[in-house]
């Protein structure tokens, strides 16, 4: 592991301006007064770790991300507990993540130890900046953005020979002000998001932009979010534009999508899996269609729906809207939905005991 060369920011955010920022965190507009950098080149490899004030990048404009979108990232959170601590969740599995990410888009795969110092540096430079929750309600945390890019000054496709990995902060509030509350969700059957051997495993900017018209099409439905299906023939539920997606049946399973080249790995997803067995819940892992989803809340069988990322954690979805029908989950989140939630929740924010190995202190 390289140590991270400190340069302080000389004008850091007042402490009023800040606490003002803490006292109603929005998401992803506000950022804390430090970044951590590295730098990678096909010479030197990853080099030159350091922390710097937070602000704008210098890129020439021929950079190889402007032009062909080789970017990756990852999304986690910090969450302060009630003894000051502050914690972050499984940072590994995001760290293999990026690196399968990388793998996809030919940019520079990095260890781990960096990885995880470097939300560590930040974390602590920037501490104050760690909203404490009032209550078990107050969903605040700081959202942390690693990411890499390639920086390189070419005009020719080939794998980066030179890349910056960074990595931002935000504080966060709430996803849901006042109560969680379901979303309904569009079913997208002509615009897609992933393909087979395409990119749809990696976390990258890419699939992204690909997903933003679905949710302009979502939007004049009167749905908050985009359920994308196959490529092939739209038969299979893959997941949404961010976030997993999980039924739960009457006889107690917890049903998702098994995980494939076009269905992203979340960690929110790996870990409910995980913790469904010790809330009396059986995991299944599989294909699912989307008549399987409509017919099973039709005959009673499938009994809630939610969305899962570490965002907004879950989601529940109240319905499930395509040209064709709408699948009914009504306007009240789902019991086993909602204990699911709170048991993630509590063990994030330190109330509960974190099944070994889960939880890991940044500052
Ligand atoms: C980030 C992301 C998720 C959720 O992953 P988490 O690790 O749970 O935050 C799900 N789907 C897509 C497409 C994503 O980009």
Same mark, same amino acid.
């Given at each position: 592991?390289?140590?991270?060369?400190?340069?302080?920011?000389?004008?850091?955010?007042?402490?009023?301006?800040?606490? $003002?920022?803490?006292?109603?965190?929005?998401?992803?507009?506000?950022?804390?007064?430090?970044?951590?950098?590295?730098?990678?080149?096909?010479?030197?490899?990853?080099?030159?770790?350091?922390?710097?004030?937070?602000?704008?990048?210098?890129?020439?404009?021929?950079?190889?991300?402007?032009?062909? $979108?080789?970017? /990756?990232?990852?999304?986690?959170?910090?969450? @302060?507990?009630?003894?000051?601590?502050?914690?972050?969740?499984?940072?590994?599995?995001?760290?293999?993540?990026?690196?399968?990410?990388?793998?996809?888009?030919?940019?520079?795969?990095?260890?781990?130890?960096?990885?995880?110092?470097?939300?560590?540096?930040?974390?602590?430079?920037?501490?104050?900046?760690?909203?404490?929750?009032?209550?078990?309600?107050?969903?605040?945390?700081?959202?942390?953005?690693?990411?890499? /890019?390639?920086?390189?000054?070419?005009?020719?496709? @080939?794998?980066?020979?030179? $890349?910056?990995?960074?990595?931002?902060?935000?504080?966060?509030?709430?996803?849901?002000?006042?109560?969680?509350?379901?979303?309904?969700?569009?079913?997208?059957?002509?615009?897609?998001?992933?393909?087979?051997?395409?990119?749809?495993?990696?976390?990258? *900017?890419?699939?992204?932009?690909?997903?933003?018209?679905?949710?302009?099409?979502?939007?004049?439905?009167?749905?908050?979010?985009?359920?994308?299906?196959?490529?092939?023939?739209?038969?299979?539920?893959?997941?949404?534009?961010?976030?997993?997606?999980?039924?739960? =049946?009457?006889? *107690?399973?917890?049903?998702?999508?098994?995980?494939?080249?076009? /269905?992203?790995?979340?960690?929110?997803?790996?870990?409910?899996?995980?913790?469904?067995?010790?809330?009396?819940? =059986?995991?299944?892992? @599989?294909?699912?269609?989307?008549?399987?989803?409509?017919?099973?809340?039709?005959?009673? =069988?499938?009994?809630?729906?939610?969305?899962?990322?570490?965002?907004?954690?879950?989601?529940?979805?109240?319905?499930?809207?395509?040209?064709?029908?709408?699948?009914?989950?009504?306007?009240?989140?789902?019991?086993?939905?909602?204990?699911?939630?709170?048991?993630?929740?509590?063990?994030?924010? *330190?109330?509960?005991?974190?099944?070994?190995?889960?939880?890991?202190?940044?500052?």
């Amino acid at each position: 592991m390289s140590e991270f060369a400190l340069k302080k920011n000389p004008q850091p955010q007042s402490d009023a301006v800040r606490e $003002a920022i803490l006292a109603a965190p929005a998401f992803g507009t506000q950022f804390t007064d430090h970044m951590a950098h590295i730098r990678f080149t096909t010479e030197q490899g990853w080099h030159g770790h350091e922390l710097i004030p937070y602000g704008p990048l210098t890129l020439d404009p021929a950079a190889a991300v402007l032009h062909y $979108a080789q970017e /990756i990232f990852e999304g986690m959170k910090a969450y @302060r507990h009630a003894d000051g601590s502050v914690w972050t969740f499984r940072p590994e599995k995001n760290a293999a993540r990026l690196n399968r990410s990388a793998g996809r888009l030919a940019l520079p795969q990095m260890v781990e130890e960096d990885f995880i110092e470097s939300l560590r540096v930040l974390v602590q430079a920037d501490s104050s900046w760690v909203p404490t929750p009032k209550d078990e309600q107050d969903e605040v945390s700081l959202y942390l953005r690693p990411f890499t /890019i390639s920086a390189e000054r070419f005009l020719g496709l @080939r794998p980066t020979q030179q $890349a910056d990995y960074y990595v931002i902060a935000s504080p966060a509030g709430a996803y849901f002000s006042g109560g969680v509350k379901p979303v309904s969700i569009w079913l997208s059957q002509n615009l897609k998001r992933a393909g087979r051997g395409g990119t749809g495993f990696a976390k990258c *900017g890419g699939n992204y932009a690909a997903s933003t018209e679905a949710m302009i099409e979502a939007g004049q439905k009167g749905c908050q979010q985009v359920m994308f299906t196959d490529a092939v023939d739209g038969t299979h539920l893959e997941e949404l534009g961010g976030m997993n997606l999980m039924l739960v =049946t009457s006889d *107690g399973r917890l049903i998702t999508p098994e995980v494939s080249e076009t /269905i992203l790995d979340g960690v929110t997803r790996r870990s409910l899996l995980d913790l469904a067995p010790s809330l009396g819940l =059986t995991p299944e892992e @599989r294909p699912v269609t989307v008549e399987e989803w409509r017919t099973g809340v039709a005959d009673g =069988t499938i009994v809630e729906a939610f969305a899962c990322g570490t965002a907004a954690v879950i989601t529940p979805i109240g319905a499930l809207v395509s040209e064709d029908f709408t699948v009914d989950h009504g306007d009240e989140p789902g019991e086993i939905t909602m204990k699911l939630r709170k048991t993630l929740l509590d063990i994030q924010y *330190g109330r509960a005991e974190a099944p070994e190995g889960w939880m890991v202190r940044l500052a």
